[in-house]
């Protein structure tokens, strides 16, 4: 059984920093890609950015662009999620994922960290 674990959540003042991890356990899997969603409350569970780790390719939603850096070690199955110039919007539960193929969907889900971002 593959477990991803969380780290790095918190209150934090709108214009602040904060950085994600999260890191994989259990049974050895080889991921082709990890990354992060977040749910705020009320909405969908939304995308946030991915990581590729042929080619090293990185994708952000929009919203994030400019803002958050994902990183992280394929080898090791460990994900980042730097956070800059947070602001309410980001306010939501971060969710780490992970997924062996490259097709098809995210199987593998953190039980989340609250993200809280404060005026």
């Known amino acids: 059984q593959v477990q991803l674990v969380e780290s790095g959540g918190g209150l934090v003042q709108a214009g602040n920093s904060l950085r994600l991890s999260c890191a994989a356990s259990?049974?050895?899997?080889?991921?082709?890609?990890m990354g992060w969603f977040r749910q705020a409350p009320g909405k969908e569970r939304e995308f946030v950015a991915s990581?590729?780790?042929?080619?090293?390719?990185?994708y952000y939603a929009n919203s994030v662009k400019g803002r958050f850096t994902i990183s992280g070690d394929g080898a090791k199955n460990t994900v980042n999620l730097q956070m800059n110039n947070l602001n309410p919007e980001d306010t939501a539960v971060y969710y780490c994922t992970a997924r062996v193929l490259y097709g098809g969907t995210w199987p593998y889900w953190g039980q989340g960290t609250q993200v809280t971002v404060a005026e």
């Open positions: 990581i590729w780790w042929s080619g090293s390719s990185e």
């Open positions: 259990g049974r050895t899997f080889n991921s082709v890609a």
